[in-house]
C-alpha cells in the first residue's frame, strides 16, 4: 500500500510558477511509475506528466511541454514544477503510483494503483 499526499497548489496569476509535490508513505514507491493528471471543472481527469521508475524516461501532455517538468528524488517524493502557466491550466492536480503496469501504459489512469487526494491550482488572467 502507498499513501499520496499533494501539496503546493494554489493561486496564481497568468504566466507565473508553482511547484507541486507528492509525498509517498507505505510501500517504498522507487519502483513505482509516477504519474500527475488533472481534472478542470466539468472535465474528465486527464495525463499531464508521467516518469518511470529509474527516473530516466519522462513523458507529457502536448499542452504542457516546455512548461512543465516532472521529477522524483525517490526518498519518497515526486514534483511537478509549473511554469507559464495559463488559465486552462486550472484543475485540480492528481499524483499517481503504477506498479507492474508497462511503460506504454502511463497516459491511462487505470494503470495507476494508487492516488493522491489532489490539490487545486487555479490561474487567473
Known amino acids: 500500500q502507498v499513501q499520496l499526499v499533494e501539496s503546493g497548489g494554489g493561486s496564481v496569476q497568468a504566466g507565473g510558477s508553482l511547484r507541486l509535490s507528492c509525498a509517498a508513505s507505505?510501500?517504498?514507491?522507487?519502483?513505482?511509475?509516477m504519474g500527475w493528471f488533472r481534472q478542470g471543472p466539468g472535465k474528465e481527469r486527464e495525463f499531464v506528466a508521467a516518469i518511470n521508475w529509474r527516473g530516466e524516461n519522462t513523458d507529457y501532455t502536448d499542452s504542457v511541454k516546455g512548461r512543465f517538468t516532472i521529477s522524483r528524488d525517490n526518498f519518497q517524493k515526486l514534483v511537478l514544477q509549473m511554469n507559464s502557466l495559463n488559465p486552462e491550466d486550472t484543475a485540480v492536480y492528481y499524483c499517481a503510483a503504477s506498479y507492474g503496469s508497462a511503460w506504454d501504459s502511463r497516459r491511462l489512469t487505470g494503470s495507476y494503483d494508487f492516488w493522491g487526494q489532489g490539490t487545486q491550482v487555479t490561474v487567473s488572467s
Open positions: 507505505g510501500r517504498t514507491f522507487s519502483r513505482y511509475n
